[in-house]
């Protein structure tokens, strides 16, 4: 049987592993023998009674020698327990817990996926072109990136329900649109109808936006109360689904919305996967054969959860045992949020005001690149043999003669993201395979400080940054020698000035010092640093500008997510105007331009022309309405989707547009979107619109000087409109 690996899951009725093969035009399934061992340490006594206990259940044990642990490269006596044939390692846990409470147990290889242990024990991944016979064999061949792939069908899913508003599990079933048709009639037409069209279509895909939360979940419902026997997936049987839950990371609270995978078919919730968005069903097959993780469930995954599912593969290809660890999660989405908050990374303060003619440089994956090259990893940190790195600032010795097992799994990524931009076939698809890639390394350094990964290290995740401001500091004094002005820096990236001339040069000697690749990414016609409000200070990661000749803004309101499109739109009308400015006092000729536009935004919010679906504030809420004390735009609008049965979680977003912002009533304050609002606070929306345009307008001194007063007197426009107005 030859084919690519489509999806692989374990069958707990038939003791056996499913695979489903995607042959040249079917899909085929087998059913697998596979008998996950798992292990046990303890004492010599401990052994015995532990052994005693699995042997009358059937189960055969073993005494073996093996490396338990990653700090050590010692191996002990062990037992090792396999069971008679596939068996849910969720039954296994409650004896797991029996005795671990002990103290004198440790149970190892007990919490790894089954899938992705199957995958690894017979060394083939997901989508790659294998033969089945009395064993696994991979037909692939050539390079590691131009691998085969097969074709598979694709189909859309969407299902209307008879309700205006939103889309409730009670309402009646209208219509299902399904790879672009549409199904109508009565709900059992539609049903029965439906499955004919799977089974002719036979999709090894099904995208849906939201289906998680609701198009799969009301399908199987709506079949169940009409008695129609709906395969949504290749088989009959569906995996136990997983409700919807919330979680607290970081001080955050994050939503994990339900999973309804199906069986032999894919289902991709598009909405509700990252990797998606970011890298289409080429970046998800790339992710998946990398990580071994079925690309069904890696979908709804974070990059940094796969970082955590390749450090397993790395250990256990090395000969460790992986011991069973309690609340391990790997429902990591806030390293990036964390990346960009770490101040760990920034040195320089930011040269406030407008320059022009500015260089950017930038580390190309600096903090992947830093593990790699200086060998950082829980189990090389703190070493004792006398050949080893010192981290700066923080006098951590790094052992140089034993490799990592983080840099092991980082080094083959960064190598791969190179291969792909190195090619000249410009691709679509290997762009999104990079992209993913490009995600995975941002998210690994963050791992390494998440107290629930399994391999977590912090005292790995300060030296990462240790070194990062001290390659930063190098780059920048070796540009200063060269007689570059130093705009800014942080992070990976430096701002110069400066002769370009001498750019080749200045990247070159960056290289020989810090063992890392500074790139030119271009320059600004001008860019601006504006004064943090609270301590005068340059803003860290705010700045906006023209780079390559596209408008670029970090941290601004054009570029946070709860901004409403609106304001958004303004800031970058705004900066349009300015975009061919060639120095500071150019701003002044466009003064009277640009009080033009934002009169015309006011008279715009003032005479309500503008749609409020465009003033929407799109919110995640961090508590229940209780929860809050006083009436905010917050607990207005939770306590209204309350009120029309749509009670949202903490974690869950919110939309609504201010209506009343002075008013403490619930139903008045704000107006969620789902109540429909037609009108909405002028005044409110005006002193926003003030916020918004100051925000890029305050740094240009000459404007103040010239317009200020003016421009203040506008404000004065803003008076409250009538309340008859309003409603
Ligand atoms: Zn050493």
């Given at each position: 049987?030859?084919?690519?690996?489509?999806?692989?899951?374990?069958?707990?009725?038939?003791?056996?592993?499913?695979?489903?093969?995607?042959?040249?035009?079917?899909?085929?399934?087998?059913?697998?023998?596979?008998?996950?061992?798992?292990?046990?340490?303890?004492?010599?006594?401990?052994?015995?009674?532990?052994?005693?206990?699995?042997?009358?259940?059937?189960?055969?044990?073993?005494?073996?020698?093996?490396?338990?642990?990653?700090?050590?490269?010692?191996?002990?006596?062990?037992?090792?327990?396999?069971?008679?044939?596939?068996?849910?390692?969720?039954?296994?846990?409650?004896?797991?817990?029996?005795?671990?409470?002990?103290?004198?147990?440790?149970?190892?290889?007990?919490?790894?996926?089954?899938?992705?242990?199957?995958?690894?024990?017979?060394?083939?991944?997901?989508?790659?072109?294998?033969?089945?016979?009395?064993?696994?064999?991979?037909?692939?061949?050539?390079?590691?990136i131009h691998y085969s792939k097969p074709q598979l069908r694709k189909a859309s899913l969407n299902v209307e329900v008879k309700s205006t508003k939103f889309r409730k599990k009670d309402d009646d079933l209208k219509a299902v649109t399904f790879n672009g048709q549409e199904i109508v009639g009565d709900e059992t037409s539609i049903l029965k109808e439906l499955n004919d069209m799977?089974?002719?279509?036979?999709?090894?895909?099904?995208?849906?936006?939201?289906?998680?939360?609701?198009?799969?979940?009301?399908?199987?419902?709506?079949?169940?109360?009409?008695?129609?026997?709906?395969?949504?997936?290749?088989?009959?049987?569906?995996?136990?689904?997983?409700?919807?839950?919330?979680?607290?990371?970081?001080?955050?609270?994050?939503?994990?919305?339900?999973?309804?995978?199906?069986?032999?078919?894919?289902?991709?919730?598009?909405?509700?996967?990252?990797?998606?968005?970011?890298?289409?069903?080429?970046?998800?097959?790339?992710?998946?054969?990398?990580?071994?993780?079925?690309?069904?469930?890696?979908?709804?995954?974070?990059?940094?959860?796969?970082?955590?599912?390749?450090?397993?593969?790395?250990?256990?290809?090395?000969?460790y045992l992986i011991p069973w660890k309690k609340n391990i999660s790997e429902d990591f989405k806030d390293s990036i949020h964390l990346l960009r908050a770490d101040r760990g990374g920034h040195i320089f303060e930011?040269?406030?005001?407008?320059?022009?003619?500015?260089?950017?440089?930038?580390?190309?994956?600096?903090?992947?690149?830093?593990?790699?090259?200086?060998?950082?990893?829980?189990?090389?940190?703190?070493?004792?043999?006398?050949?080893?790195?010192?981290?700066?600032?923080?006098?951590?010795?790094?052992?140089?003669?034993?490799?990592?097992?983080?840099?092991?799994?980082?080094?083959?990524?960064?190598?791969?993201?190179?291969?792909?931009?190195?090619?000249?076939?410009?691709?679509?698809?290997?762009?999104?395979?990079?992209?993913?890639?490009?995600?995975?390394?941002?998210?690994?350094?963050?791992?390494?400080?998440?107290?629930?990964?399994?391999?977590?290290?912090?005292?790995?995740?300060?030296?990462?940054?240790?070194?990062?401001?001290?390659?930063?500091?190098?780059?920048?004094?070796?540009?200063?020698?060269?007689?570059?002005?130093?705009?800014?820096?942080?992070?990976?990236?430096?701002?110069?000035?400066?002769?370009?001339?001498?750019?080749?040069?200045?990247?070159?000697?960056?290289?020989?010092?810090?063992?890392?690749?500074?790139?030119?990414?271009?320059?600004?016609?001008?860019?601006?640093?504006?004064?943090?409000?609270?301590?005068?200070?340059?803003?860290?990661?705010?700045?906006?500008?023209?780079?390559?000749?596209?408008?670029?803004?970090?941290?601004?309101?054009?570029?946070?997510?709860?901004?409403?499109?609106?304001?958004?739109?303004?800031?970058?009308?705004?900066?349009?105007?300015?975009?061919?400015?060639?120095?500071?006092?150019?701003?002044?000729?466009?003064?009277?331009?640009?009080?033009?536009?934002?009169?015309?935004?006011?008279?715009?919010?003032?005479?309500?022309?503008?749609?409020?679906?465009?003033?929407?504030?799109?919110?995640?809420?961090?508590?229940?309405?209780?929860?809050?004390?006083?009436?905010?735009?917050?607990?207005?609008?939770?306590?209204?989707?309350?009120?029309?049965?749509?009670?949202?979680?903490?974690?869950?977003?919110?939309?609504?547009?201010?209506?009343?912002?002075?008013?403490?009533?619930?139903?008045?304050?704000?107006?969620?979107?789902?109540?429909?609002?037609?009108?909405?606070?002028?005044?409110?929306?005006?002193?926003?619109?003030?916020?918004?345009?100051?925000?890029?307008?305050?740094?240009?001194?000459?404007?103040?000087?010239?317009?200020?007063?003016?421009?203040?007197?506008?404000?004065?426009?803003?008076?409250?409109?009538?309340?008859?107005?309003?409603?």
């Amino acid at each position: 049987m030859k084919g690519w690996i489509l999806d692989l899951y374990p069958d707990f009725d038939k003791g056996k592993m499913t695979v489903w093969l995607r042959g040249k035009k079917r899909c085929y399934r087998l059913k697998e023998d596979y008998k996950p061992t798992f292990y046990v340490r303890s004492d010599e006594r401990g052994l015995k009674k532990i052994k005693n206990y699995y042997d009358k259940r059937d189960f055969s044990t073993n005494f073996v020698k093996r490396k338990t642990d990653i700090y050590s490269d010692r191996e002990e006596k062990i037992l090792s327990v396999t069971p008679q044939d596939l068996f849910d390692p969720r039954d296994q846990l409650d004896a797991v817990r029996f005795f671990e409470g002990f103290e004198r147990y440790r149970f190892y290889n007990v919490d790894i996926p089954l899938d992705q242990r199957f995958l690894i024990e017979n060394e083939i991944k997901p989508f790659s072109l294998v033969k089945k016979d009395n064993g696994w064999r991979s037909l692939e061949v050539g390079s590691d990136i131009h691998y085969s792939k097969p074709q598979l069908r694709k189909a859309s899913l969407n299902v209307e329900v008879k309700s205006t508003k939103f889309r409730k599990k009670d309402d009646d079933l209208k219509a299902v649109t399904f790879n672009g048709q549409e199904i109508v009639g009565d709900e059992t037409s539609i049903l029965k109808e439906l499955n004919d069209m799977l089974e002719k279509k036979d999709p090894d895909i099904i995208l849906t936006s939201g289906g998680n939360s609701f198009d799969i979940p009301y399908l199987v419902r709506k079949a169940g109360l009409n008695g129609v026997e709906l395969k949504l997936g290749r088989e009959k049987t569906f995996h136990p689904p997983r409700k919807g839950s919330w979680y607290e990371s970081y001080g955050k609270v994050i939503y994990k919305p339900p999973f309804y995978p199906l069986k032999g078919r894919i289902h991709i919730d598009t909405k509700n996967s990252f990797l998606y968005r970011e890298g289409k069903i080429d970046g998800l097959i790339e992710a998946s054969r990398i990580s071994k993780v079925p690309i069904q469930r890696l979908s709804r995954r974070s990059p940094g959860s796969l970082i955590n599912a390749m450090e397993v593969e790395r250990a256990l290809k090395d000969g460790y045992l992986i011991p069973w660890k309690k609340n391990i999660s790997e429902d990591f989405k806030d390293s990036i949020h964390l990346l960009r908050a770490d101040r760990g990374g920034h040195i320089f303060e930011p040269k406030v005001g407008f320059h022009t003619d500015v260089i950017k440089l930038d580390f190309a994956s600096m903090y992947p690149s830093i593990i790699n090259e200086y060998n950082l990893s829980p189990e090389t940190l703190g070493c004792s043999c006398n050949d080893h790195y010192e981290v700066p600032e923080l006098g951590y010795l790094v052992c140089k003669r034993r490799r990592g097992m983080i840099p092991k799994v980082v080094a083959p990524l960064i190598e791969r993201r190179q291969k792909y931009k190195g090619l000249k076939d410009k691709n679509e698809f290997f762009e999104k395979r990079s992209k993913v890639l490009k995600w995975l390394l941002v998210t690994c350094f963050g791992y390494t400080g998440y107290k629930k990964a399994r391999f977590n290290s912090i005292e790995v995740h300060e030296s990462i940054t240790a070194y990062g401001r001290e390659i930063l500091v190098e780059a920048a004094e070796i540009a200063q020698k060269m007689d570059f002005e130093v705009i800014h820096g942080i992070v990976d990236s430096l701002w110069l000035k400066g002769d370009r001339e001498k750019i080749p040069d200045l990247l070159e000697k960056v290289k020989q010092k810090t063992k890392l690749e500074l790139e030119y990414e271009g320059i600004y016609d001008w860019v601006v640093f504006p004064k943090n409000n609270s301590d005068g200070v340059g803003a860290l990661n705010h700045y906006y500008g023209v780079f390559e000749g596209d408008i670029e803004l970090k941290g601004l309101y054009a570029k946070r997510s709860d901004t409403p499109e609106y304001f958004k739109e303004v800031q970058r009308e705004i900066l349009k105007e300015l975009r061919d400015i060639s120095k500071e006092e150019d701003v002044e000729q466009r003064f009277e331009d640009l009080m033009k536009i934002i009169e015309g935004k006011r008279r715009e919010l003032m005479n309500r022309e503008v749609d409020p679906k465009k003033l929407s504030f799109t919110k995640t809420s961090s508590k229940r309405a209780e929860d809050y004390q006083h009436m905010t735009e917050m607990k207005s609008a939770l306590t209204q989707y309350e009120n029309i049965g749509y009670a949202r979680s903490p974690g869950q977003t919110v939309a609504y547009v201010v209506t009343d912002s002075e008013s403490s009533s619930a139903e008045e304050k704000v107006k969620v979107m789902e109540n429909d609002p037609q009108l909405y606070d002028t005044s409110y929306y005006v002193d926003y619109l003030y916020r918004v345009v100051e925000e890029v307008l305050a740094p240009f001194e000459n404007l103040k000087m010239r317009g200020g007063s003016r421009y203040n007197k506008t404000k004065k426009f803003s008076s409250k409109p009538s309340k008859t107005l309003k409603y």
